[in-house]
């Protein structure tokens, strides 16, 4: 049993649950990720790390309450217990001291799974210039964390609401313009898979690398099941032990959308019983 000893509501619908797991905190590094379960009844889901405390043993995971599991996880409390809790998993991020400067990049949720990578690349000694855009103020999560993360932090809203206003995307190549494309070793993106697309249109015009980190439908995540399979290159990879990071510029990012869609109509009813069983109420947010 591995229990939950702290609890945070950071947005509408959008949690961080630091979790007790000495091992997984020791052994994780940037751009992996775990599996959990919450009881024997429930499926596994895979989960970004956000942030770890290696001397506590704590294991730091923030998500967004979508689905029936991850909405039963944002009730949970401190004190409660997950059955499964797996890691860590797939290819860590590459990390060393690149020339010039490296961008991170954040969408949504997806500045959860940037923090780490941000984190260990200032480490490393690089210049982290990291940008983190949602929809609107209320949506936007762990500034102070990139903050500190970065060497230097841009926040853009959709509305304006925050920051400057407009897309991830336009900040990026305002900064590929600003230092010079080949002033920029590598730019990282993780979040939406809309926003992941147009942010590697932009780079590969300017012949920037750049990694985005997938995330398939996943059941089994030890490369047994093919569940996560993606298309890079022309290549089938297994999200969970090629991945999660991929060249961007290869990635089949039409085939992903539709396999992430698959089973839409399916959490749909999964969710509505869900949300029955709790007197047709959205608790979770």
């Not at 990720?33 to 895979?46: A, K, Q, S, T, V």
Request: aromatic content about 6%; overall charge neutral; charged content about 25%.
């Amino acid at each position: 049993m591995f229990e939950i000893v702290g609890k945070k509501k950071l947005g509408p619908a959008v949690y961080r649950l630091d979790i007790l797991a000495p091992k997984v905190a020791q052994k994780h590094k940037a751009g992996n990720f775990i599996m959990l379960r919450i009881d024997e009844n429930g499926e596994r889901i895979p989960l970004t790390v956000a942030d770890k405390d290696v001397k506590r043993g704590i294991v730091t995971l923030v998500f967004a309450a979508v689905g029936k599991t991850t909405a039963r996880l944002s009730q949970m409390n401190p004190g409660d217990t997950l059955l499964d809790f797996v890691g860590p998993l797939g290819r860590p991020t590459h990390i060393e001291k690149f020339p010039g400067i490296v961008v991170c990049i954040g969408g949504g949720i997806g500045v959860a799974p940037v923090h780490p990578i941000a984190q260990a690349l200032k480490e490393a000694g690089n210049v982290v210039v990291s940008i983190i855009g949602a929809r609107t103020k209320e949506l936007l999560i762990m500034e102070e964390e990139m903050l500190a993360a970065s060497s230097e932090l841009v926040i853009t809203t959709d509305d304006g609401s925050y920051g400057r206003q407009g897309f991830v995307t336009q900040a990026l190549e305002d900064i590929i313009n600003r230092e010079g494309s080949r002033n920029v070793s590598l730019v990282v993106a993780i979040g939406p898979v809309p926003m992941m697309r147009f942010c590697c249109k932009v780079t590969e015009k300017y012949g920037v690398r750049t990694e985005v980190s997938l995330n398939p439908i996943m059941v089994d995540a030890t490369g047994m099941c093919g569940a996560c399979r993606v298309t890079v290159g022309g290549e089938t990879k297994f999200a969970c032990v090629d991945g999660p990071e991929f060249d961007g510029h290869k990635v089949n990012f039409d085939e992903l959308t539709k396999r992430l869609a698959m089973y839409k109509s399916s959490e749909a009813v999964s969710m509505n019983q869900f949300n029955e069983s709790h007197g047709g109420k959205r608790c979770w947010e």
